[in-house]
Nanobody, 123 residues
């Protein structure tokens, strides 16, 4: 049974930083893309960042470019999201996703999802 467990969410002030982690277990994720999505209250779930199996290719939504960095440790089956210069608009539940997505920003391409971790940024 595949499990994705996120951690690292919490409360931060605007301009601050948080680091999210997502540990995957239950199968081998060779060649799988790993990603982060987020959902703010009353809004649709949106793509944040994705990384390929080798880590050689990353994608980010425009709103987080230059502030967030996605990385992965395949030996630990873990993906990270370093979030710097946080803004109140970053407040959302952040979800980890794993899958063979062809397009990194399309949620339907990810077959496995975590339960989400809350990130709240105060102004």
């Amino acid at each position: 049974q595949v499990q994705l467990v996120e951690s690292g969410g919490g409360l931060a002030q605007a301009g601050g930083s948080l680091r999210l982690s997502c540990s995957a277990s239950g199968r081998t994720f060779t060649a799988y893309r790993m990603a982060w999505f987020r959902q703010a209250p009353g809004k649709e779930r949106e793509f944040v960042a994705a990384i390929t199996w080798t880590g050689g290719s990353t994608d980010y939504t425009e709103a987080v470019k230059g502030r967030f960095t996605i990385s992965r440790d395949n030996a630990k089956s873990t993906v990270y999201l370093q979030m710097n210069s946080l803004k109140p608009d970053d407040t959302a539940v952040y979800y980890c996703a794993v899958g063979r997505a062809v397009l990194p920003n399309i949620a339907a391409g990810y077959g496995y999802w975590g339960q989400g971790t809350q990130v709240t940024v105060s102004s």
